[in-house]
């Protein structure tokens, strides 16, 4: 027997067409037999194909079960819209107990079989297709911050001025003043009239005007003269509400999950029905253009909103090919034409050749959906496996230009927006949604605020100064297609059109296109082991001007004191005036080696430009040399085979136990941020039900957080782990752990470990079988019972460092792991420890002798108990005490997979006399060099060496053994670094 609770495949309406679940692989069926050729795949060669690259402990790529028999979560085809007879046809040949679910908006039904049934499902009346169900892996909120609409600080402080600076912070670019037409299912900024919901606070407050389109009679349309505020009442997603918080939404009081453009208005026009479906766009967009000198009534002040600016159509066709000549694709040219500015969705048919109407139209920019792996670093993002990439289908013309499509791509994966749900939410709450849908309000946003820099600015010259001024060349999920097929524009790719949108780069063009230098990011890179800051910076257009400074003042006050030039002369520009079909990134580094440079202190670096003896200043920076001290760390712990997909963790304290009034709070990382990785095996490899892949996270808090005052947890300041599973797709799992670390002081030697009362495991649940339903650990419970306590220390001896941890309670059968590293960062230690340590009793000791006196190490003290619970202590930090001999340390980190850092101190054994020569190599196991990490000479002193993991040509080296050999006047040692990659 199926069973449906278990075998329910909880599938979220997601992107541009609302009906249209994004595969993560083409439809493919090669030998013509209807079926997805992914499932016969899996058929023939084992379950174990259902999964990335052919590993059952990496993600999942399609629906598979392993039951007595393979079974396939499928969605079936038809050639008309499936009937009741269809569905009973379907449930014969499917089996007994087997989910059957038909959608109301495409022909399509879901249900899970075998492959023997599959074959007969292929067989019935008017099916098309049977197609693999995909596993979609979205990531977390970071979307504003991803195309630099706001500052990047306030997702985690290791990437707080990753992507500086910002067109909100930097430049005052808000959105003030423009007006944004959302045309979708209807946004729910107000009161519903019929439940107690009063209006997302991202939304309240910004509605001017709109009207209803969707019934698809002319008659029923809301005339142009006249204005209604439309409602989203469901049954799913609401939409709407979603797509006008990631362009406009102010996120509320804290403003943490605030929009692109969050001082934009509103214009609210219901072109989809409350299912999402509709052929009202046209209607719609022909209201608008009506409506877009409108002055909403407005007096005052609020002139400056009247009108509309900017048109967000979060929607296409279903699995249809434009070519810019249909009604729906003229209209959108008639939109542009008339002033407007018009972003539409690319659709999510995972289609290459294929731009969906009406993105396809001439004039429209078309928006493709990016990845960025929960993280702002633009090195890992990616288009989506889902969203449709170009060309655009040629309408027959001698202008191959219009064909290029999408313009851009913005975040669409994982998108942390507005939740509109009326009968459930108090209109406080905000979730994650993934598609070409999401990823176009963050354009419509960007478009926002360019429209604020400059009122004058027209559609088609805001779409090419997006274009040139993006980050090109994304790669696809979907591989690798070579870019410019007709010779026009080399920046142009048919998978990402002219990359990422970058709203600072094109800000700075919209301001000034015509001298100068367009510095359109900095960053600084504080590298203590190394005695150094790397100061970058990335230029975008260059006119000729002199050149460049670098300007360091200390902080005082967390205010710049008084600045002074660093470099000795001006570094030459070795920029060019030339974006449009040329590159528009050019990368400048200086390294601040300036003996000067204090430990702990933190300092601002500014960039000059000079033209004619005059500079122009850049946007400050601030960079803190060495690390801030921790003051508490957060250790969990969630079983679940899709986190990226399913998860919306947040971490945080409050006063009255409940998560969304918390005092403060952050968010969870993603998979690609997980510390270690825990297979507990299953009895079946491939069950897709609770998860059996542990995933253990850190999240380090440090002064700067500004939680201190919450610190330790206690009934007063209440510390929670609340997770909520978003199901789409049908994976569950279960919170295991979850503790935290507090220092006597930041950064001491000495701290408490307090670990949650709540029952753990604790199922997470998914929320379309319990819908608002989270996971919320606490430490401690209202009423809390006993719970673990523990002291962890380290202390500096002769030579050596000595860890102790003393629990609360005895804990017989217990065993410790002990870990070090130079940094306090979680994922760069070395485990010391090749077996765990068993203990009995309340004390545990270690004693580590492979330190070099007077080095800082952080130390973690990982508690195995009896019952499989794992408990996280530290970081602590101590120095082992003596006089300094000439020594090199073991790398840390050591297993290495990116860089490593080696410490080696020259004693009075060798230096007595001054300086001696020093020699640090790399060799691989065959004992050949393969980099030359120090050579030269060095008085006595502890030092570091930092090794890139490239060899002497900066090319990374491959995995294996590898030796580092260190000499230093009559001294020879050796210390072998393992890589993998």
């Known amino acids: 027997m199926k069973s449906l609770a278990r075998n329910l495949l909880c599938l979220a309406i997601l992107g541009a067409l609302l009906a ?39 993600r999942m790529l399609i629906a598979v079960f392993d039951l007595p028999a393979l079974e396939y979560g499928v969605y079936v085809g038809y050639d008309h819209h499936p009937t009741l007879a269809d569905e009973t046809a379907l449930q014969l040949a499917a089996g007994a107990g087997a989910p059957v679910k038909t959608y109301a908006s495409i022909d399509y039904t879901r249900t899970q079989a075998t492959y023997a049934e599959i074959q007969t499902i292929a067989a019935l009346p008017g099916v098309t297709r049977v197609e693999s169900i995909p596993m979609m892996y979205p990531t977390n909120h970071v979307g504003s911050r991803v195309v630099r609409a706001r500052d990047s600080r306030g997702l985690r402080s290791s990437e707080d001025f990753v992507l500086f600076p910002s067109t909100r912070a930097d430049m005052g670019l808000d959105g003030t003043g423009v007006v944004v037409g959302i045309l979708d299912t209807g946004v729910n900024d107000e009161a519903d009239g019929i439940t107690p919901y009063a209006g997302h606070e991202s939304l309240s407050g910004k509605f001017l005007g709109g009207g209803e389109f969707y019934a698809g009679d002319p008659l029923l349309n809301t005339p142009t003269n006249q204005s209604v505020n439309p409602k989203d009442r469901g049954p799913d997603t609401w939409h709407g509400t979603h797509v006008a918080g990631s362009a406009i939404g102010n996120g509320g009081q804290t403003g943490f999950f605030s929009g692109v453009a969050p001082a934009a208005r509103l214009v609210d026009c219901k072109v989809l029905s409350d299912a999402g479906v509709g052929f009202g766009s046209a209607d719609g967009v022909d209201w608008c253009i009506v409506n877009m000198n409108n002055d909403w009534g407005l007096t005052g002040p609020d002139l400056i909103y009247s009108g509309i600016d900017v048109l967000n159509l979060s929607l296409g066709c279903l699995d249809c090919s ?23 969705a690319t659709g999510n048919d995972d289609a290459i050749n294929q731009i969906g109407s009406p993105a396809s139209a001439d004039k429209s920019i078309a928006v493709g959906a990016a990845a960025t792996q929960g993280s702002l670093t633009r090195t890992d993002d990616a288009v989506t496996s889902f969203s449709n990439e170009g060309p655009r289908a040629s309408d027959g013309d001698a202008d191959l230009f219009d064909e290029y499509k999408p313009a851009v791509v913005g975040p669409g994966a994982g998108i942390i927006s507005a939740n509109g749900d009326p009968y459930t939410t108090s209109g406080e709450a905000y979730h994650t949604l993934s598609g070409t849908s999401m990823s176009t309000p963050h354009v419509a946003g960007v478009c926002a605020l360019l429209r604020q820099a400059d009122p004058a600015i027209d559609g088609m010259t805001v779409r090419s100064i997006l274009q040139n001024t993006a980050i090109h060349h994304l790669p696809s999920e979907k591989g690798f297609r070579a870019p410019d097929p007709s010779g026009i524009d080399s920046n142009y790719s048919p998978m990402s059109g ?47 001007f002199d050149g460049y400074n670098v300007h360091r003042a200390p902080d005082v006050g967390g205010s710049p004191g008084v600045y002074s030039q660093v470099n000795v002369g001006l570094i030459a520009p070795v920029g060019d005036p030339v974006i449009e079909d040329d590159g528009n990134r050019t990368p400048y580094a200086f390294v601040d080696n300036d003996p000067a440079l204090t430990l702990g202190q933190a300092y601002w670096y500014q960039i000059e430009w000079v033209e004619s003896g005059v500079g122009t200043l850049e946007p400050a920076i601030p ?111 279960t919170v295991e752990s979850f503790s935290m670390f507090v220092n006597d002081s930041p950064g001491s030697s000495s701290g408490t470990t307090y670990v949650t009362d709540s029952i753990v495991p604790s199922p997470t649940l998914d929320q379309f079988v319990v819908p608002g339903f989270t996971a919320t650990l606490w430490i401690p419970e209202q009423t809390p019972v006993a719970t673990t306590v523990l002291r962890m220390n380290a202390e500096g001896m002769d030579g050596a460092v000595r860890i102790g941890l003393d629990l609360s309670e005895p804990s017989p059968g217990s065993r410790a792991h002990v870990a070090r590293g130079l940094t306090h960062d979680f994922a760069a230690r070395t485990v010391l420890t090749g077996e765990p340590i068993e203990f009995d009793g309340t004390r545990f000791e270690y004693v580590d002798r492979e330190v070099v006196p007077g080095t800082a190490y952080w130390y973690w003290v990982r508690l195995e108990q009896a019952d499989g619970r794992v408990i996280m202590n530290g970081p602590v930090n101590a120095k082992a005490k003596g006089t300094t001999l000439t020594f090199l340390a073991a790398p840390q980190p050591n297993p290495v997979s990116s860089s490593s850092s080696v410490a080696y101190a020259i004693g009075a054994d060798q230096a007595s006399n001054g300086a001696v020569p020093v020699s640090i190599t790399l060799h691989d196991a065959r004992g050949r060099k393969v980099r030359t990490l120090k050579q030269g000479s060095a008085s006595a002193g502890r030092y570091n060496v930092h090794w890139d993991g490239a060899d002497e040509t900066g090319l990374p080296v491959s995995r294996g053994v590898y030796y580092v050999q260190f000499r230093a006047g009559n001294h020879t040692s050796s210390s072998k670094l393992v890589v993998v990659r």
Not at 20 to 47: R, T
Request: glycine share 10%; hydrophobic share 40%; with cysteine.
């Open 623 to 733: 960079v803190e040399f060495g690390e801030q001290p921790p003051v508490a760390t957060v250790f969990y712990s969630i079983k679940h085979n899709a986190p990226d997909n399913d998860l919306f963790v947040r971490i945080g304290t409050s006063s009255s136990y409940d998560p969304d009034g918390a005092q403060y709070f952050t968010l969870g990382e993603g998979e690609g941020a997980t510390d270690e990785i825990i297979l507990h095996e299953p009895a079946n490899a491939g069950t897709a039900t609770t998860g059996y892949l542990e995933h253990l996270w850190s999240r380090t808090f440090f002064v700067a957080d500004g939680v201190q005052g919450f610190l330790p947890p206690s009934q007063g300041s209440p510390w929670f782990l609340d997770v909520a599973d978003a199901g789409f797709i049908n994976r569950t799992g």
């Open 20 to 58: 249209h679940a994004p595969a993560a692989f083409a439809w493919s069926d090669g030998n013509g037999n209807k079926i997805d050729d992914q499932i016969e795949a899996v058929d023939q060669n084992g379950i174990a194909t259902a999964f990335e690259n052919n590993d059952i402990n990496q």
């Open 498 to 544: 002219w990359g990422m949108v970058d709203a600072y780069a094109a800000a700075k063009e919209v301001m000034n296109s015509t001298s100068g230098a367009q510095v359109v990011r900095i960053r600084a890179i504080p590298r203590p082991l190394d005695g150094e800051i790397d100061v970058l910076w990335w230029s975008q257009r260059e006119y000729t």
């Open 322 to 344: 434009g070519d810019g000549t249909t009604a729906s694709e003229l209209i959108i040219d008639a939109a542009v034409d008339a002033g407007l500015i018009v972003c539409i």
